[in-house]
Structures are given as C-alpha cells and as structure tokens.
C-alpha cells in the first residue's frame, strides 16, 4: 500500500544478502514513480556507488558492463544509459555519502532538503545505510544509549518532517554463526529498534547459508513488526548482478 508518513521502517539482514539494493530499488521507485522527494544517506558506500547500483538496476545493465563501459558498452547500451540519466538526473533525489555523520547531522541535512523542494509539497523518504555507522554525539556515550538515541532520533525525524524514514541494520554475529531465519532480537540493541520502529523487515537468503536449496537467489522478506498492517513473509528473486529485485512469477 505505499510508504506511509511519519513511519520509521528498518530493514534487517547480514551482510551481503541484499539489504542496500532492496532499500535503493524502494528509493527508485519512489523518486520516479512518485515524483517523491528522496534522501539517501551512504555511510559506508559512496555516492558513485550507489548511484552505479541504481543505474544498473533501472538501466538493466550488468555492473560488470558499467564498470567496464569503454571496453563493453554498445551504442544501444550508451543510449539506454543517456537517458536513464536524464530521467533520474530530473528527480528530487540527493545522496549525501559522508561517514561521519551523527543524528543530529542526518536532521539538519534532511530539513535542509526538505526546504529545497518545499514547493513541491511532495512525499520525503530519508533512507539510511546504516544504523550501526551513525557516530555517537559524545565518545564517552554507552552503545546501548547511542544507538536509543538514534532510533528515538529517526522517529521523531518522521514525525517532524511528515515523511518515511528507511533505515538499514545489521544482525547479530548469532545469526549468521547460527545460519538461521532472523527474529526482531537478532538486530544489534533489538529493544530500543524494535519500541522505536514502526515497520521492521529480516531478509533472508537460503543459498546465503551454503545450504543445497531449489531457492537459488530467492529472497525472504520477513515482515516482523508491522504496527499498521499485517506481518508475514514475503518472496522476491535477487539479480545481483542488476542490483535489482523482481517478482517471483
């Protein structure tokens, strides 16, 4: 049914399962089919790597070919870039790719974005990738009380500017130690995320594990928290090499 304003949506998985791409492909879709505002905040990648995901995803082109345009790239595939460029160039998104960026940081960029396309009147989402990476506002602070901080911080930031928070998140050591579908207590100081957030999503990947499986690049989105709809579990199928997600069908 949508992205829904004021809510704070966090997505959880191990890494490398495909947590970003799932976050950006949302970010996409928003900013083109929306015509919605969009702020993405890297804090582990940079702004030419996110953007390469997004353009490979909406260009479907291989990442192998974007890196390698000169060598590999046709005159239909210029083309279709071209004009993937020009189409997301036209949209009301900004990625902000620093690494050392506290809450407070995060809020007054995002206000500041907010103001830029004020006339617009149109729907913000705020993605974060990731939590674990947001920098304490004081060294000495505890990480159980910085990382309250910042999900009470991301609430009120939803709230604050009527728009979607995405924020992503890293599971616990357990988990992957385990090879186990994810539970709410497997994100990284659970209780605080989990009374903070409105919606909160655990993917997992079968052939992560290096488990014999027929689900060969088959995601699970496992909607664990979901203070206004339903909870469950949902299918998608991963091109990795499209930094894509796609229907099963």
């Known amino acids: 049914k949508?992205?829904?304003?004021?809510?704070?949506?966090?997505?959880?998985?191990?890494?490398?399962?495909?947590?970003?791409?799932?976050?950006?492909?949302?970010?996409?879709?928003?900013?083109?089919?929306?015509?919605?505002?969009?702020?993405?905040?890297?804090?582990?990648?940079?702004?030419?790597?996110?953007?390469?995901?997004?353009?490979?995803?909406?260009?479907?082109?291989?990442?192998?070919?974007?890196?390698?345009?000169?060598?590999?790239?046709?005159?239909?595939?210029?083309?279709?870039?071209?004009?993937?460029?020009?189409?997301?160039?036209?949209?009301?998104?900004?990625?902000?790719?620093?690494?050392?960026?506290?809450i407070n940081d995060i809020r007054t960029i995002s206000r500041q974005i907010k103001e830029k396309y004020k006339e617009t009147n149109e729907h913000m989402v705020i993605l974060i990738d990731y939590l674990g990476l947001i920098k304490k506002l004081d060294a000495k602070q505890q990480t159980r009380e910085h990382m309250k901080d910042v999900a009470v911080g991301l609430k009120n930031l939803a709230k604050e500017l009527d728009c979607t928070v995405i924020a992503l998140s890293q599971l616990s050591r357990d988990n992957e130690k385990d090879k186990r579908r994810p539970i709410m207590a497997d994100l990284k100081e659970s209780g605080d995320i989990e009374a903070a957030a409105d919606t909160i999503m655990l993917l997992y990947r079968e052939d992560y594990q290096g488990r014999e499986t027929e689900k060969k690049d088959i995601i699970e989105i496992i909607v664990s928290k979901n203070r206004n709809g339903a909870t469950g579990t949902a299918e998608m199928k991963f091109i990795k090499e499209l930094s894509k997600f796609v229907d099963i069908g």
């Open 2 to 102: 949508g992205l829904r304003k004021q809510e704070l949506i966090i997505i959880g998985a191990n890494p490398s399962v495909g947590k970003t791409v799932l976050a950006t492909n949302i970010a996409e879709r928003h900013a083109l089919n929306n015509k919605g505002i969009t702020a993405v905040f890297s804090l582990e990648m940079s702004a030419n790597s996110i953007s390469k995901r997004m353009f490979s995803s909406l260009s479907l082109t291989t990442s192998d070919k974007l890196s390698n345009s000169y060598e590999k790239f046709t005159v239909k595939d210029w083309q279709k870039t071209v004009e993937v460029a020009a189409m997301f160039g036209a949209t009301k998104t900004e990625i902000i790719d620093d690494t050392n960026l506290t």
